[in-house]
Structures are given as C-alpha cells and as structure tokens.
C-alpha cells in the first residue's frame, strides 16, 4: 500500500509541476512522501495481524472433506481462501480510492497555497483525466472481482427460503435454492462483468467530453438490477410457484445436512417411551441421583459466598461451578468456588507487594443444605487443606480472573499476606514457584514503561533478587498467546488427584461463511453458522503454566492453526490427565447454542422442516408471574439406557406453542470426552411440560398458601423448577428460596421447601 501511495502522488507532483513551470516559480518541497508513508504505516499496522491471520489460513492446507452443492468446492475454500481473497481486494480497493482522495486534496492545497489563481492552458496541460485513466480502470476491475467472490461465491450464504410458523412468526433457511442457483447466481456473474464494461465505458465517454453518455453507461448498472429483480420474481412465480417443496427439495435437505455438521448436532437421537410417574421402586434404585438433585443453584452460592465469607474484605468469588467429586466414596455434586484476592479497594503497595494471591476454594454441597436451610459448605478453610474433602496440597492461586495486575514477590521471606488463623493471626508466605521475572534495573524499566508502571523500576521495594509476575489474568494470558480462539467467559477450577489446582477454559473455532449452514446471532451481536470447541486451556492456578489441548481433531478449523503454529497446541500423543478431564463438564455456552439449533434441526426431513410440522421450543416456566424461557441446568442424570448416574446439562424442549414436553437433551462428558444426546418421547404421548407443572403447583391449595405464607414483607422468594430424567421418566423438582432484604444488601438466601 505504500509503494501504491507514493506511486499514485508522484504522479500528481509530477503534474503539479507544470503549475509552477508555467508561473515560473520554483516549486517548494511539501512533506508528500512522509505524509503517505506515516499514512501507509498506520494504515499496514492496523491491518497486519487481521491479514496475516487470513493469509496463513489461506494457505494451511486444511480440508474439510465435504463439499459445496453449488459450486462443488470443499467447504475449506469458503472458510479459508474466499475470506482471504474478499479482504485482499477490498483493500486493495480502499487503498487506491484512498490514495487518489488524497492525492487531489494534496494538489488542491498545494494549488491554494502557492499561487491566487490557476490559468485555463495549464490546466489543460495536466491532463487530468488522462493521469487517472489507469487509476480508474483498476478500480473497476477490483470491483468486478470483488463482487464475483463476495456476492456470486456468497451465494449459499443467503437466506433462501422463509418459513412462517402457526403463530404468523417466520424464520428463514440459509443457502440457495432454485431460483438462485438458476438465475442469481449467473445474474450476479453477469452484473460483475457488467460493472467492468460500463465503468470502462464511462471513463471512455468522459476523455470523449460526452457527459450524457457518461451517464448514460453509469445507469446500465442499477438498471440492470431492476431487470433482475424483475426476472427472479418471475421466474419464482411461473416456473415454482406451488411447486416450491417439489423445487427446492435438494436444498432444504443440503441446509439440514451443512447445519448438522456446522454445529455439530450429528447427535444420537434415543426413542423414548415414557414410563409414567416414577415409582417408589425407582427411587430407591436411583438413591445417588436424588440425592444429587442441583436443588443449589450457582447463583445461589454466589449469593451465599458474598454475603457471608468476605465479611473478611480480602477475598472475592468472580464464579462457581458444579462438578463431580468422590465425597466418602460416593460421586457427589458440588460447587467449586476458587477464593481469589480482593486487591481493588486496597493501596499499590498493598495489592504489589503483600495481597499477591488467594487462597484455595470453597466446596459446596449442590444436592443438600443444613438443617435450617443455609447452604452446606462442606470445605472453606485456611491452612493444611490435604486432609479435606477434596485434598488441596497447593491452594494459593496467582493466577486468576481477579489477578490484573503485576505482583513482586520473594523480596523478603514471608512478606505475602496468605490468611488469617482462627485466632486471627496473620499467616505470611513466600513464593515459591517458578513463574516470574528476575530483571536488572534497565530490564526493569522496559517492563514498567510496557505495564505502565514504572514502580516497578524505581521502587525502593524492588531489586534484582525480586521476582515480578505479569500477565496473570488467565484470559488476558491465554489471547496473548492464541487470539484467535474465542474463549468460554465461564471458567472454572478443578482439583487433581495431587491437589493441585487448575484452571479450566473452554476455546471455540467460529466462523461465518459456511455454505448452507444455519446462521445464530449471539448475545455481543457477532452471527455464526460454524462452532466447535476444539480447545480447551489448562492453566495452573499456582505457577501460570498453560497447555493448549486439541480436543476436536475432526475440526478443520484447529487443525489449520496446529499447522499454523507448531508447537503451540500439545502433541498429539499427549493426553489432558485424566485425574483433571474426569471433572471436565459440557460447556453451557456451546451447549445453549445447540439447543437453540436443535428446535428446527432434529431428526427432520426437508418435507417437515419446509412445512414447519416438527419444530419445537425451549420449554418456559412462570417463575413469579413471568413466563420465561428456562435457562440449561447441570444436575445428576441416569437417562434411559445409561447405567450409570452422571453429572449432565439438560434442557427439556416442547412443541411449538404447546406446553407438554416432546424431549429433553443432556450433554455430558464420558471418558474425557463430550457428548451430546437427545431424548425423544412418541408423538402422542402427554408428558407434562414445566409450564404444566407450575400451573399444577400454583392451583394446589395447600403448596400455594405454604408458599404464599413465606413471602412476607422484607423478603425475596425465589423458585427455580428443573426435569431430572430418570430412566424413562422425568422427575420434577423445585426449590424454594427466601432471601431477606435491607436497605442496603441482599441477605444469603435460606431454602424454605423443597
């Protein structure tokens, strides 16, 4: 872009020059060159990472292996070559526009400031028209191309057929259908070529001094597109018509098919038929899975945490997270709470030099409370954590979500606040791990000026025996190393066998541009119709060591990167430890993006899918007189035809606009591997839905008025109904919490029935 800019400003001053030739005047010397290279730096600085990123994808040799309808391409062109070429020439486009922009506005200054007039002859002379010719048709030919690989190839990424559900709301299909494949895909080649000629044309006509055939080539383009407009509707109204299913049959299934793989929803579908009520018998033989009933929710603890255990003002709890756990030789569900350090209402040297950690996690129990209904919290101590409930051999936690800052440690031995004893004694510590930097004093001051802390450098406190730990938010860390990925915002901590804490995140491979796929709009806004999690980061909570393990090599996305950045990702013959996978659990946030795909893309053929006769919701409750759509839930689960209980995120799905359950989906993790799994009850079944259940709850005298008697003045009821499968029926809980209110927090919340 540079070489282009100077090019394109040389041949202005050259043209300027006849300016000053013909007055006579020697022609200053403006800063051109170092104002289009400062211009040109900013612009490649700004652009660099994007395009490297897309270039080293374009060429990584990746595959897919299943092809495009239209065009017969693997589906890796549209993933890897076509972003790339589509970036490539529109920037090449802005570069050109831009750079003759500013060439006119640079002539146009030197012009005003150097002389009060200009002569008729000398503008003449310049030939400006001539100097852009080239300029022009360059323009016109990244034009051309342009719309050649962003409209014509973008064709099976256009929504293709709209489809109105019983309540007049409509979604649309994504592809191409017969109409596009017949008529807009060669309408768009035709208006690619079309833009070219008439741009050239144009530009003909105007070194001709002809403005009405300028004109008159410039409006062939958006007449043209009249046409088209016209001939599409009327080939959709002559040739299919009523035919639209019969037409567009092939490409309905090619959208069900490209979707499945996309999101990957090529999942085990189970038959179900449903077994009624469950019977006393049942229960007894399912006594684990009762008892592990989330009947605790995470908000629930989170609530609990910060209003009882920083009293302390030390500690914080950014988040929680259920897991699986031998509790006395039992599999037991509970919450994982890592108590990280408070260091934002505190002094730099407090947060530098002393509160440099936290410490430990707090477990909680998710199928039980106490005996008045406070939260079990069955580990929360200081101090040797080896003999607890789930051994902890190394508990302070550097790094972290709350860890933003730089720490300095090891200046003095046992300088680090660890924890208070229950006397109240103060506990101190000394790092001893390996991470951080011994740096001399100019090393020093290159990394303050980088932290933009230059304390680092000149403190008293720090010498060259300090060692200084950076980059400890375990995001932030895991983006510098691979911004590529897009990284679960629902980390979560688990405990090996050894004791040792780790970090857990989940990492995503999205794109846009797969053909044929359905496209979700997340919550920040961002549309996908490709997922997979493919990654997952361990990071030790003690010494920041991170991995990057592949867990998907069937994404071709992933593997693109692996090739990209050898060595980044753990070799292939490297397993994640199972005594850290065994605590892994389905990520929500893939998990809710499932679901919502899943309404429309089940076990469907094009026929049903066209006519909408099988589409489904997620189910919804009234929860305090507002009906919501229920939210996905982790709990214990024993589905029909599994043996064994199990830690799963689960989501019961309805007919469209009816309430009794038609499935329920679980995912869970089994051998350190994720999957996923939809239950389907028959047709004619009448399971009840939890719209139902609610209803039946809210019309029984005797549990309405028991619950209307715990909603007095000063308090927060809260019910949160969830389906447990249980072999082949649903079992239906609802806890009931009161959370007491004051003027100025929230008190923890008390189950009151269950």
């Known amino acids: 872009s540079l070489k282009t800019l100077l090019h394109i400003c040389e041949g202005f001053w050259i043209g300027l020059k006849v300016f000053f030739d013909d007055e006579k005047k020697e022609m200053p010397k403006f800063p051109n060159k170092s104002v289009s290279f400062i211009i040109a730096l900013i612009g490649s600085v700004a652009t660099t990472q994007f395009l490297l990123n897309n270039i080293l994808l374009c060429f990584s040799n990746s595959q897919f292996g299943s092809t495009d309808l239209v065009f017969g391409m693997d589906i890796s062109y549209f993933i890897f070559q076509r972003p790339f070429i589509t970036f490539l020439l529109s920037y090449l486009l802005i570069v050109v526009i831009a750079t003759i922009i500013y060439a006119v506005v640079y002539a146009l200054i030197v012009l005003n400031i150097s002389f009060e007039g200009v002569a008729r002859e000398s503008i003449k002379k310049v030939d400006l028209v001539s100097k852009l010719g080239s300029r022009v048709k360059l323009i016109a030919i990244l034009l051309g191309l342009f719309i050649f690989f962003s409209m014509v190839q973008n064709i099976g990424n256009e929504r293709f057929l709209t489809i109105e559900l019983s309540d007049a709301t409509q979604y649309s299909l994504f592809g191409a259908g017969d109409s596009d494949v017949t008529i807009k895909l060669w309408g768009y080649v035709i208006f690619a070529v079309l833009a070219v000629i008439s741009v050239f044309r144009a530009y003909k006509a105007l070194k001709d001094k002809s403005t009405r055939r300028v004109l008159g080539n410039l409006l062939i383009v958006p007449v043209y597109l009249i046409v088209l ?117 505190t002094t730099y040297s407090n947060k530098t030099y002393e509160y440099t950690h936290g410490y430990g996690t707090v477990i909680t129990m998710a199928g039980t409370t106490d005996e008045e209904g406070n939260l079990s919290n069955i580990q929360k101590d200081f101090g040797d954590l080896s003999e607890s409930a789930i051994s902890t051999t190394e508990p302070r936690i550097y790094f972290g979500l ?168 753990v070799d292939r013959d490297e397993e994640i430890p199972e005594d850290i996978s065994k605590h892994f659990v389905y990520p929500q946030y893939l998990y809710d993006i499932q679901a919502e795909v899943i309404q429309k893309y089940h076990n469907i053929q094009p026929e049903v899918l066209y006519r909408a006769n099988d589409i489904w919701q997620i189910a919804e409750t009234n929860n305090s007189g507002r009906t919501t759509q229920m939210e996905s839930y982790y709990t214990m689960v024993k589905p029909a035809g599994t043996d064994e209980e199990t830690l799963g995120l689960v989501i019961p799905f309805t007919p469209y606009g009816k309430q009794n359950m038609i499935s329920y989906m679980v995912g869970t993790y089994e051998n350190g591997e994720a999957k996923l799994t939809l239950y389907e009850f028959p047709s004619d079944s009448n399971v009840l839905g939890p719209m139902q259940v609610e209803t039946q709850i809210n019309q029984d005298g005797t549990i309405s008025t028991d619950i209307a008697s715990l909603s007095v003045s000063g308090t927060r009821i809260t019910r949160n109904l969830i389906a447990v499968p249980i072999n082949n029926t649903i079992l239906y809980v609802e806890p009931v919490y009161q959370q007491l209110l004051n003027e100025t927090t929230e008190q923890k919340p008390t189950l009151r029935r269950v």
Do not use: H
């Open 229 to 345: 407009a016209v001939v599409l509707a009327g080939y959709q109204l002559i040739f299919i018509g009523s035919n639209e299913l019969d037409k567009n049959q092939e490409y309905i299934a090619e959208n069900i098919r490209q979707t499945k793989n996309a999101f990957g929803i090529n999942i085990e579908e189970q038959n179900i038929n449903y077994s009624g009520t469950i019977t006393r018998e049942e229960l007894n033989q399912n006594e684990n899975v009762i008892d592990n009933i989330a009947i605790v929710s995470s908000s629930n603890v989170l609530q609990d945490l910060q209003s009882s255990q920083t009293e302390k003002g030390y500690y914080t709890y950014r988040n929680t997270q259920i897991e699986l756990y031998n509790i006395d030789d039992k599999p037991t569900l509970v919450y994982v709470s890592p108590r990280e350090i408070d260091s934002s209402n």
């Open 402 to 569: 709350e860890t933003n800052g730089a720490v300095v440690v090891n200046k003095d031995e046992n300088t680090e606040f660890d924890y208070l004893n229950d006397d109240g004694t103060e506990k101190n510590y000394s790092y001893t791990g390996d991470a951080g930097l011994t740096l001399n004093f100019l090393d020093r001051i290159i990394l303050g000026i980088k932290e933009g802390d230059l304390q680092l450098a000149f403190s008293g406190n720090v010498d060259s025996d300090s060692k200084i730990i950076i980059n400890r938010n375990i995001i932030e860390r895991a983006k510098i190393i691979m911004p590529y990925l897009t990284y679960d915002e629902n980390q979560y901590m688990v405990i090996d066998d050894s004791g040792n804490q780790y970090w857990v995140i989940d990492a995503y491979t999205t794109s846009n541009s797969y053909p044929f796929s359905e496209q979700i709009e997340l919550e920040d806004g961002q549309t996908i119709n490709y997922i997979r999690n493919s990654v997952k980061v361990i990071v030790n909570a003690f010494d920041g060591t991170m991995k990057f393990y592949i867990t998907d090599r069937t994404d071709p996305i992933v593997m693109a990167y692996n090739n990209m950045y050898p060595g980044l990702f």
